[in-house]
């Protein structure tokens, strides 16, 4: 049976709800970290070309913003490189990339209004900055990836998701 999506970061807040709203769509591997280190080049590749998905669904990321500030070398590995790794095994083996980013590329700041892709990136926090230069990477190595810079995420709990404990 071919894959349709492969999505890092399994166990967290988007993966776990586009893993249920993408299932209606075609079939599913949702993969936790347990099951991919994504800071592993060679285990990214492996796991692609395994499946051979039609799509990455990138995901995986330390988001905890204090986290990254604490140990930007570690939050490196994961927010730059494995997204890095993630483009070149979707290169390789034919796949789209869908890369989970955010709006900390931009200042940081809250405004009341969404941004506008044309608007200049100036992240301010350490999580900012790396996903800023996971964009970079993706962008040279995958000209065709989809980015998708998403803010703060709000919802109810929900059975059997993950919610945001600093929300």
């Not at 200049?120 to 989809?146: F, M, N, W």
Request: hydrophobic share 40%.
């Amino acid at each position: 049976m071919a894959v349709t999506y492969l999505i890092t970061g399994a166990n967290g807040f988007c993966a776990s709800r586009a893993a249920q709203t993408l299932a209606r769509h075609g079939t599913v591997v949702a993969l936790s970290r347990q099951e991919l280190d994504i800071t592993d080049a060679d285990a990214c590749m492996r796991m692609v070309a395994l499946h051979q998905p039609r799509y990455v669904v990138h995901t995986a990321a330390m988001a905890d913003m204090q986290a990254c500030e604490l140990d930007p070398y570690g939050s490196q590995a994961i927010n730059v490189q494995g997204a890095r790794h993630m483009a070149v095994a979707c290169r390789e083996n034919g796949a789209r990339l869908i890369h989970f980013s955010t709006d900390q590329v931009y200042s940081g700041m809250l405004q009341g209004a969404p941004h506008r892709e044309t608007e200049p990136l100036a992240p301010t926090s350490v999580y900012g900055r790396q996903k800023c230069e996971a964009e970079q990477h993706i962008a040279h190595i995958l000209p065709d990836a989809v980015v998708l810079r998403l803010t703060w995420m709000y919802d109810f709990p929900m059975r059997c998701h993950r919610t945001n404990r600093n929300i």
